[in-house]
């Protein structure tokens, strides 16, 4: 067993450390969270030519053959420099629905596209009714001749506003809750049908509310099975969730340290007032919070290429769970501990807080992971 | 010991309610339901509303326009107000420097002042807080030098809640910089049309601009408008900082948040039913109103004690109010953060900024991020909960 990270990768984390030390400065991330898109096209095609968009591609799309463990250094880096790039949703979640269900055709067509930085893609999944449900879909496709017909809402698409392609689940059969029957489909955001509303995150990113009304795509924009696509989904969103345990932790590692120079740093009393046990003690809770927190994301990192997949999809729950509540804490904590300070839009604290609080509500938060692996039988069931 | 209301106790309850359910205009009734900021505008309005009636200033002494209604009246009083979500009424004004004033003002500024305070024809803010001094608030700098028939007050103040639209702060300033911390600083009252104020608006981690900067440069301040003696200020911020305590714990507010909660709750789906059927959630809703509950009945073994012991006079009870009655509005928000789930994430500018775009998902969500964000804030304010903390066991415990 061997927790530490090769020489390779260690270079690797360095390098997108500097990179994106180079390019987040405080009023430079607001400046990348004001404009258009609400991130950066610079960093974005230093980060490909870097192949970070192709960290888990076949090397026939563009792959620099890296696996979860290269995603996880890079999410814990993003995580640190709060970056507002749509890794998450291009990379992670976009690319990774096509790397499981795209045949060879749709990934060579798109895949070298998203590698090179030139594609953007989301993942349209969410609708008014599911909150967290993922089998949960309402929105409807229908076959006509050879094409498919598209029809309903998606609610908070990721980076949906920025996005080239759209991903969107769909109801091919069954009803609303059935695990049968959800379809995954690659539609242009420009398509006919297709209404974008894009708006900032509580964190200072971007999403977009979706409304499809008569979408017509071909028979090509079917990605896999298109009856079957919900396991590639769990797959998927299981992924997604062992990358942002990664950002948390990045995040979370950061804001700790900033605290702690506060408590170092801030007088009050004619003393520093790390010097009050009180404070001590906090932070040092904040630690263990922070490393309980890094362990699970270590965790959920290795079960990323489990195959059993309840077994996989347990302890990214376990992840999820452990990420929420740490992430909590140490939000909570570190803006308790600043003081008036903590509270200004101005001091950095509070933009990882709502970043950590939008991580926990994103798929799931702790409490909804903690009731479905309760009722599944627990974490270690016999 | 009778922990019941009297009936006629309970008669008065009703009363205060009706005339509440009339008198709330509809705009902020809406609003109290959508859970969106009150507006200077609106605060103002309800204030008048309620010293038209003779009800602003309840806990003022009845020559100053108070009630005289008895402790466990207050009580009722404010819990009814708390729960009917209507505007709670400007603290700085009514429960801080009013109460001073009258306490230790004189007769000239009790005639020019009070009035204006109880109809909110003033909007006071609080001076005290500074960069170097926060929960340290002896350590404060500004200065204020006599010159003749004036202060000449120079410095900065900061988080000062709604200078923007304050007409007057109540400051606390050095008069002899050679006396040792507490011992040299004044109470001051100044006009912030003074020429020499500059007012600096400080965006809060919500998105919002409630808290501000204050320099002042070179402010002229009549010495009429010096509180009580020069040097003796400590004091009166003493009496100040312990004297709200039945209002801070916000009892009935966070009650009145609890029953919004489960509302939304009960329409929200989770899995195959709503939130409302999810146990845990249950539970830790149920866990929240235990909690209340139990303050309550403290604060009301507070009320009770007040209607025998010496008005006014600090009790370090009050942090126990303070330190559960933050920590409860706080766990509130989380929870209805919960509730909405990924409806909580869309950012949403609030009407007042002439926003006028359809709500982006449900109506009641916009706010609920925002609330849970900005109520961080309870527990470092009015003296944070680690100093709470230190009170109890420095002024209860003896530790
Ligand atoms: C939204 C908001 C509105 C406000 N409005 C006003 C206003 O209108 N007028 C005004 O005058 N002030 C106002 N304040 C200021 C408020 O009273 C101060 O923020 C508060 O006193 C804490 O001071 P500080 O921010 O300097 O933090 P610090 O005093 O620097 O405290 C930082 C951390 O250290 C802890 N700490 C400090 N000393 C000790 C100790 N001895 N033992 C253990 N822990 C300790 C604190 O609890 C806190 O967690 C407001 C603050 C906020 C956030």
Redesign the pocket.
């Known amino acids: 067993m061997d927790f530490d990270l090769s020489e390779e990768q260690s270079l690797f984390k360095d390098v997108i450390g500097r990179l994106l030390a180079g390019h987040y400065a405080f009023a430079q991330r607001d400046t990348y969270a004001r404009s258009e898109t609400g991130w950066s096209r610079e960093v974005w095609s230093r980060l490909a030519e870097m192949g970070l968009l192709a960290l888990s591609f076949d090397a026939a799309h563009g792959g620099s053959g890296g696996g979860p463990v290269e995603t996880m250094i890079a999410m814990e880096e993003f995580g640190r420099a709060l970056a507002l790039e749509p890794y998450l949703a291009t990379v992670v979640l976009g690319a990774g629905l096509l790397r499981h269900c795209a045949s060879a055709e749709q990934k060579s067509s798109l895949l070298p596209r998203v590698a090179s930085g030139g594609l953007i893609l989301a993942f349209a999944h969410t609708e008014r009714q599911s909150r967290y449900d993922l089998h949960d879909v309402a929105c409807r496709a229908r076959r006509d001749g050879g094409a498919w017909i598209l029809d309903g809402e998606k609610m908070v698409v990721l980076h949906g506003d920025s996005a080239d392609v759209l991903l969107v689940t769909a109801r091919t059969a069954g009803g609303r809750r059935d695990r049968g029957g959800i379809g995954l489909f690659a539609v242009d955001a420009g398509a006919d049908g297709v209404t974008r509303r894009g708006y900032a995150t509580q964190d200072g990113r971007r999403a977009a509310h979706v409304a499809l009304a008569n979408v017509r795509v071909d028979a090509v924009a079917a990605l896999g099975d298109p009856e079957g696509a919900l396991p590639v989904v769990e797959r998927v969103v299981d992924e997604a969730m062992a990358a942002l345990a990664a950002e948390a932790v990045g995040v979370m590692l950061a804001l700790h340290a900033q605290t702690v120079d506060h408590l170092r740093t801030?007088r009050?009393?004619g003393a520093a007032?790390g010097s009050?046990q009180?404070?001590q003690h906090r932070a040092a809770d904040m630690y263990v919070a922070v490393e309980q927190a890094r362990s699970m994301a270590m965790l959920a990192t290795m079960m990323v290429a489990e195959s059993d997949h309840l077994l996989r999809h347990r302890h990214i729950a376990a992840a999820k769970i452990q990420i929420g509540r740490s992430g909590r804490f140490v939000g909570q904590q570190a803006i308790?501990?600043?003081?008036?300070?903590g509270?200004t839009a101005e001091c950095k604290a509070g933009h990882a807080f709502k970043r950590l609080t939008t991580i926990d509500t994103l798929f799931g938060d702790a409490d909804h992971h903690l009731c479905r692996l309760a009722a599944s039988g627990g974490l270690e069931p016999d | 010991m009778d922990l019941r209301f009297t009936s006629d106790e309970l008669a008065f309850r009703a009363e205060v309610r009706g005339f509440i359910a009339a008198a709330l205009p509809e705009p902020l009734r809406t609003k109290a339901a959508l859970g969106r900021p009150f507006s200077k505008d609106d605060v103002v309005a309800w204030t008048r509303i309620l010293n038209a009636k003779g009800w602003a200033v309840p806990h003022w002494p009845v020559e100053r326009g108070g009630t005289g209604w008895d402790p466990v009246r207050q009580y009722i009083f404010l819990d009814a107000l708390q729960q009917s979500g209507a505007p709670q009424m400007l603290s700085f004004g009514v429960n801080m420097v009013g109460p001073v004033i009258i306490a230790f003002g004189n007769e000239a500024q009790k005639r020019r002042f009070l009035p204006r305070i109880a109809n909110l024809d003033d909007w006071w803010?609080?001076?005290?807080?500074e960069p170097g001094a926060?929960?340290?608030l002896a350590s404060l700098r500004t200065a204020a030098r006599r010159d003749g028939g004036h202060y000449v007050v120079n410095g900065q103040?900061t988080?000062?809640?709604f200078a923007q639209h304050a007409d007057w702060m109540f400051c606390l300033v050095r008069t002899d910089p050679a006396a040792k911390k507490q011992k040299g600083i004044s109470f001051l009252l100044v006009d912030m049309r003074t020429p020499g104020i500059t007012v600096r608006p400080i965006q809060?981690i919500d998105g919002g601009f409630?808290?501000n900067e204050v320099f002042l440069d070179d402010v002229r301040v009549p010495v009429e408008n010096l509180v009580g003696a020069e040097n003796e200020g400590w004091d009166y911020a003493k009496f100040l900082l312990g004297n709200e305590r039945t209002g801070i714990a916000r009892v009935g507010q966070t009650k009145e948040w609890l029953r919004r909660i489960r509302r939304i709750a009960a329409q929200e789906r989770d899995g195959e039913g709503t939130m409302l059927d999810n146990r845990r959630f249950r539970e830790r809703l149920t866990a929240i109103e235990v909690e209340l509950k139990a303050l309550e009945m403290t604060l009301l073994r507070v009320v009770a004690g007040e209607r025998k012991s010496e008005r006014g006079k600090p009790d370090p009870v009050s942090s126990i109010l303070k330190l559960k009655g933050s920590e409860l509005q706080q766990a509130t928000t989380e929870l209805l953060l919960e509730v909405a789930g990924p409806h909580a994430l869309p950012w949403q500018p609030q009407q007042e900024d002439g926003w006028n775009e359809p709500p982006i998902g449900p109506d009641w969500a916009a706010t609920v991020a925002p609330s849970y964000f900005n109520h961080r804030?309870v527990s470092?304010?009015?003296?944070?909960n680690?100093?709470q903390r230190?009170i109890i066991a420095k002024a209860i415990l003896g530790l």
């Open positions: 801030r009050q009393f007032i009050f009180a404070l308790q501990l600043h003081g008036g300070i509270m | 803010c609080q001076g005290f807080s926060g929960s340290d103040k988080w000062t809640t809060t409630e808290i804030k470092i304010y009015g003296g944070s680690e100093i230190n």
